[in-house]
């Protein structure tokens, strides 16, 4: 396969890892943009960032790097999708028009099939598990598809074809060695309920702070394997009930060690006394009388 052939079908073979809402014109321009620009110091840059609540339900940030597709984009395209994120935009959007970033929003639950989530209440530990299947990318790219065509922003319209999500556990061996090629940078930021005590992927661990976990996406490709984040927190359930019984017991404790045994016993009534029975001789007296 030459290599023109090659970068000609790299927006279909990295189109959802790379950019993966553009349409297929869009792409086709971008990655012939980038070969010009192979030879110079050039990164593209993608984080997403998923925070997850207690209740397993999640919302998925991804911020894109416009710089490099800006040629492609109307003059006031970003100063639109601005304006229209502000007003309410689906399940939300932002534009740093300085920046040339856009970031999207998608809410996700363990029924949308990308990830699952566990709790494991312990004592004296609640341990939260996330373990991540699929990246939304195809989610991601229905919304900024949408974004761009209700500002009319792209000088190509949409193509309106439907991008598949990143399968992590697929081969993506090949994406990779495109994404290097061109110096694509990717990362995937889990915040989890409580501090993070374990994060990886396969061997590919995670830069953990405090209740986050920061991978290198294109590093957990190569794994094939889910991504796992677990976290714990005192369960405070379990340590309320726990007080509650010894504060019960240190009182029956003290209320029956206050008083001395003997002061005790002082105070307890004592028995009443049956009437003796009366004698012949007393009965003859009380006759008499």
Same mark, same amino acid.
């Given at each position: 396969m030459s290599f023109v052939r090659s970068v000609r079908q790299l927006p279909q073979r990295l189109g959802f890892y790379l950019l993966?809402?553009?349409? &297929?014109?869009?792409?086709?321009?971008i990655f012939l943009m980038l070969m010009l620009?192979? +030879?110079?110091? !050039?990164?593209?840059?993608?984080?997403?960032?998923?925070?997850?609540?207690?209740?397993?339900?999640?919302?998925?940030?991804?911020? &894109?790097?416009? /710089?490099?597709?800006?040629?492609?984009?109307?003059?006031?395209?970003?100063?639109?999708?601005?304006?229209?994120?502000?007003a309410g935009f689906q399940d939300g959007c932002a534009v740093d028009t300085a920046a040339g970033t856009i970031?999207? +929003?998608?809410? $996700? #639950?363990?029924?949308?099939?990308?990830?699952?989530?566990?709790?494991?209440?312990? !004592?004296? !530990?609640v341990t939260h598990t996330l373990t991540v299947y699929r990246l939304p990318t195809d989610r991601f790219g229905e919304e900024l598809d949408a974004l761009l065509a209700a500002t009319n922003a792209s000088q190509n319209p949409p193509s309106g074809t439907r991008l598949e999500a990143i399968d992590l556990s697929a081969d993506n061996s090949q994406l990779i060695s495109y994404?290097?090629?061109?110096g694509v940078k990717m990362t995937y930021v889990s915040v989890m309920p409580s501090a993070v005590e374990q994060a990886s992927s396969g061997d590919v661990a995670a830069a953990v702070t405090d209740?986050?976990? /920061?991978?290198? $996406?294109?590093?957990? $490709?190569?794994? #094939?394997?889910?991504?796992?984040?677990?976290?714990?927190? &005192?369960?405070?359930?379990?340590?309320?009930? $726990?007080?509650?019984?010894?504060?019960l017991a240190a009182l029956a404790y003290s209320f029956f060690t206050a008083v001395p045994k003997g002061e005790r016993e002082r105070k307890s009534p004592e028995p009443a006394m049956e009437p003796k029975?009366? +004698?012949?001789?007393a009965k003859k007296k009380k006759g008499s009388k």
């Open positions: 993966s809402d553009l349409s &297929l014109s869009m792409k086709n321009q620009l192979s +030879t110079a110091t !050039f990164a593209v840059s993608q984080a997403y960032v998923q925070t997850v609540d207690r209740d397993g339900s999640s919302v998925m940030v991804r911020e &894109l790097d416009t /710089s490099m597709f800006a040629a492609l984009l109307k003059p006031d395209a970003l100063g639109n999708m601005a304006l229209m994120c502000k970031n999207t +929003t998608v809410k $996700l #639950s363990q029924a949308d099939g990308y990830y699952t989530f566990t709790t494991d209440y312990g !004592f004296p !530990f994404a290097k090629m061109f209740g986050s976990a /920061s991978f290198d $996406l294109i590093a957990v $490709l190569a794994t #094939s394997k889910p991504i796992v984040v677990q976290s714990r927190e &005192l369960n405070y359930t379990y340590l309320v009930l $726990l007080v509650a019984l010894v504060v029975p009366e +004698t012949k001789v």
